[in-house]
């Protein structure tokens, strides 16, 4: 029986299940997805003081349109043979689609090991549980990022918090535009910025940064920097600064592979690349998913289209900012912009239990944000 296998349980890797369930049909066509956690993680959400909440179990969005769960972590992919080995468990396979995310780019410093972070369930429950029942916190944020504002917005609520950048600015990657207004929020807030800087020491809960600064603090949580799964090393194709494969508009990498989510580096447009998002990882997966399958029933591949580019950045009691475009051209701000980043949390939850909510979303390759 021809097989698709998907490495991750992500949006990505779930998605692209989903979708080529779909194109599956009737068809004597096995789908395996291997993932080592038993819950797909809604990763935008592991900022909040909950994180556990943020989880569906896989089970319930598998099982239901007869996709195999292999609970085991990747360990090889032999492209050549068409095997992917994982925890004594081998899987071969017809068509691949690599789905493993992306992963923080850890720092190598003194009392690293003592860094808190957002970027697994396992780091963003540790914090939570760390904080949990405790006031007046003071908290040291590295990182002006998207993930950075959102953690600093949420940690302000619990007292004193440092950001910490690198840069000469906050968001330097989100660009000038919604910068007054990043701005404003963190004064509203009472957020102290050292920018310009980088810590250089985590020892002994003391924040110690390159232009001399020290900062006693109960939480030093570290945001800066991802990168494509290791697992993009394995095949035999171009990769990026960030490590994501290069990947053709169908998002194939070559022969038969395919790649989808934080590990593809795909083209959103004429002038740019996806970024390592929800927003683009769902997408992709219900791109990549179903030209897998398509290519081994010999059906037509669909392009990669996702949808107009927006983002929504929570900051805890000064609200959210929503932006439109690459160029991030501010449209709400504070409570608007709040309640429509509630409306984009809701619907990223995906289906589960029911074959044919979750078929029927699988075709939809993206849902626009009516704002």
């Known amino acids: 029986m021809p097989r698709i296998v998907i490495v991750g349980g992500g949006f990505a890797g779930v998605w692209s299940a989903a979708a080529a369930a779909r194109v599956r049909g009737p068809a004597d066509l096995r789908i395996t997805l291997?993932?080592?956690?038993?819950?797909?993680?809604?990763?935008?959400?592991?900022?909040?003081?909950e994180p556990?909440?943020?989880?569906?179990?896989?089970?319930?969005?598998?099982?239901?349109?007869g996709v195999e769960h292999v609970r085991a972590a990747v360990e090889e992919i032999d492209v050549a043979a068409r095997l992917v080995r994982?925890?004594?468990?081998?899987?071969?396979?017809?068509?691949?689609?690599?789905?493993?995310?992306?992963?923080?780019?850890?720092?190598?410093?003194?009392?690293?090991?003592?860094?808190?972070?957002?970027?697994?369930?396992?780091?963003?429950?540790?914090?939570?549980?760390?904080l949990r029942g405790r006031e007046s916190v003071t908290s040291v944020v590295v990182g002006a990022g998207f993930t950075g504002l959102e953690v600093t917005g949420e940690l302000a609520?619990?007292?004193?918090?440092?950001?910490?950048?690198?840069?000469?600015?906050?968001?330097?990657?989100?660009?000038?535009?919604?910068r007054p207004a990043i701005e404003a929020a963190l004064d509203?807030?009472?957020?102290?910025?050292?920018?310009?800087?980088?810590?250089?020491?985590?020892?002994?809960?003391?924040?110690?940064?390159?232009?001399?600064?020290?900062?006693?603090?109960?939480?030093?949580?570290w945001t800066a920097g991802l990168e494509a799964s290791p697992l993009t090393a394995q095949i035999p194709a171009p990769r990026d600064r960030l490590g994501r494969l290069a990947v053709d508009r169908h998002l194939r990498v070559r022969g038969a592979v395919f790649a989808a989510g934080d590990v593809a580096a795909a083209r959103a447009d004429a002038g740019h690349y996806?970024?390592?998002?929800?927003?683009?990882?769902?997408?992709?997966?219900?791109?990549?998913?179903?030209?897998?399958?398509?290519?081994?029933?010999?059906?037509?591949?669909?392009?990669?289209?996702?949808?107009?580019?927006?983002?929504?950045?929570?900051?805890?009691a000064a609200g959210a900012l929503y932006t439109r475009g690459w160029d991030r051209v501010v449209a709400r701000t504070g409570a608007e912009g709040m309640e429509i980043k509630r409306w984009i949390m809701n619907r990223i939850h995906p289906p589960v239990d029911d074959a044919e909510q979750i078929l029927a979303l699988a075709g939809k390759v993206y849902n626009p944000v009516p704002f």
Do not use: W
């Open 274 to 316: 996806a970024v390592q998002s929800c927003q683009h990882a769902t997408p992709m997966g219900k791109t990549a998913g179903p030209n897998a399958a398509a290519d081994l029933l010999g059906l037509p591949l669909i392009d990669f289209t996702p949808a107009p580019y927006v983002t929504d950045l929570a900051l805890g």
């Open 52 to 65: 556990e909440r943020a989880t569906v179990p896989l089970s319930r969005i598998l099982e239901p349109i």
């Open 188 to 221: 509203e807030l009472g957020v102290e910025r050292r920018l310009g800087t980088t810590l250089v020491s985590a020892a002994g809960g003391v924040a110690e940064l390159s232009d001399g600064t020290r900062v006693t603090a109960d939480a030093i949580v």
């Open 86 to 130: 994982a925890g004594g468990h081998v899987a071969g396979y017809d068509r691949l689609v690599l789905a493993a995310g992306s992963r923080l780019v850890r720092p190598d410093l003194p009392g690293a090991e003592e860094l808190y972070d957002v970027d697994t369930l396992d780091g963003a429950n540790r914090l939570a549980a760390h």
């Open 157 to 178: 609520r619990r007292g004193r918090v440092v950001l910490v950048e690198r840069a000469g600015v906050v968001g330097p990657d989100l660009g000038e535009a919604p």
């Open 34 to 49: 291997i993932s080592p956690n038993e819950r797909m993680v809604l990763r935008p959400r592991m900022y909040e003081p």
